[in-house]
Every structure is written in C-alpha cells, then in structure tokens.
C-alpha cells in the first residue's frame, strides 16, 4: 500500500496570510490525524477527523481549522498566520476503528512564516 | 486532559550499552503506551506499544515495561547500535475514541 502523502512539503508564509495543507491517507484508512511538531515541544496533536467528522480536538487556537473529504484525504487550514505558527506539521492516518490502532505518519509540511 | 512527561530530553551512550527512557502519565484511564521513533528527517514509526493489560513486553533488542501503579512506562533498548540513534516518543491513549498524548521526546544518540 501507498503510504500517507502531504502536500506541499515545504512552505514560505508571511504573516497574517493563510495557509491550506493536505494529507492524503493510506487507502482504507478512515482516521486522520493532524500535529504540529517543533523543537522541544514534541507533537502537539491538533485534531482528528474520522469519516468527515471532527471527533477529537486539541488546545489550539481557532485558527487552526480542518475537513475531512469522502475519500478521507484530509486539509488543515491555519489563517491568519503568526510567527509561532512555524512548525513541521505533520498527519497520520489509521484505520481508526479505536485509539489502539497504530498511526502511520506522512512526511510532514515544513511551514515557515516569516 | 492527559499529560505525559519524559526522560531524559537527550541520552548519550557507546554502542553496545544499553539505554532507558521513562515516560509518567497523568491519567489513570489511559490503557494503551505506544513508543514511536523518528530518525532525522523522516516520519515518526511505531516501534513497539502496550496496553495496560501487560506488563512488559519484547521485540528482539528492544522491550517495554509498564506499572500501572505509579503510572509510568519505560522503554529499553539493549546491545545499542548507531542505527539506534534517533528521536524516540512515548505516548498514552485511553483507546476508544480518545486520541494520543505524546511525550516531548528523547534524543538518543549511540556512538560507535
């Protein structure tokens, strides 16, 4: 099977611009799940959707929003950009039928705002 | 919500020795203790996981141990190889629908 592609992998931002990340899962995967990873801070887990349903949310601001499609691919969007923001984010997908199952993880988007 | 703390931040060890990193959680309902291992520039992978139901658990060089009473779980690996040498993240679920909390990580570095 393929494995879990995000698009773009890397990106160039200026602040207060908006920004719309993508992450293709592996197929037959229902859950994705979406985290933001900078030094120090490990992964800070953003939300979850499964089957177009948001189901779990973390503590991040409202800028940061996300949809789920019928074929599961997922997009993340963060508006209103500020210089924080920059981070490897990073999704991974499970067949989500419970929290046991394993995450498989993309490459990751490289957002950097400057 | 859940918390999970690790040790150390970073580990230097010769290869061969081994090397231990310990994770503490917060909630006692969690029940599931994956450990994932990024190398540098690439994806975080599963390497082993536990649920509460055990205590420790093996795969070759590495092993993880649990104890639920004082809530923490331990990663091991003996006989350490460079190829070792990564970025590991421990990280607690309660299963069901909740969603993993990871540790801030632990760089572990083996020379040769």
């Known amino acids: 099977k393929a494995g879990v592609t995000q698009t773009p992998r890397y990106l160039i931002k200026t602040r207060g611009q908006q920004v719309t990340l993508s992450c293709s899962p592996i197929?037959?995967?229902?859950?994705v799940s979406w985290y933001q990873q900078t030094p120090g801070q490990g992964l800070q887990f953003l939300f979850e959707y499964f089957s177009e349903t948001q189901r779990n949310k973390g503590n991040f601001p409202g800028r940061f929003s996300g949809r789920q499609f019928s074929n599961s691919r997922s997009e993340m969007n963060v508006s209103t950009l500020e210089l924080g923001d920059s981070a490897l984010y990073l999704c991974?997908?499970?067949?989500?039928?419970?929290?046991?199952?394993?995450?498989?993880f993309g490459p990751g988007t490289r957002l950097t705002v400057l | 919500g859940e918390n999970v703390e690790q040790h150390p931040s970073t580990l230097s060890v010769q290869e061969g020795d081994s090397a231990v990193i310990k994770c503490t959680y917060s909630d006692s309902a969690s029940n599931y203790f994956p450990w994932y291992k990024q190398e540098l520039g690439k994806r975080p992978q599963l390497i082993i996981d536990i649920r509460s139901n055990v205590g420790e658990k093996k795969d070759q060089r590495i092993a993880v141990t649990l104890n639920k009473t004082a809530k923490h779980f331990s990663l091991h690996i003996t006989e350490t190889q460079p190829e070792d040498s990564a970025v590991y993240f421990c990280a607690a679920s309660r299963g069901g629908y909740s969603t993993l909390t990871f540790g801030k990580g632990t760089m572990l570095l083996v020379s040769p």
């Open positions: 991974a997908s499970s067949s989500g039928g419970d929290g046991y199952n394993e995450q498989f």
């Open positions: 197929s037959g995967h229902r859950s």
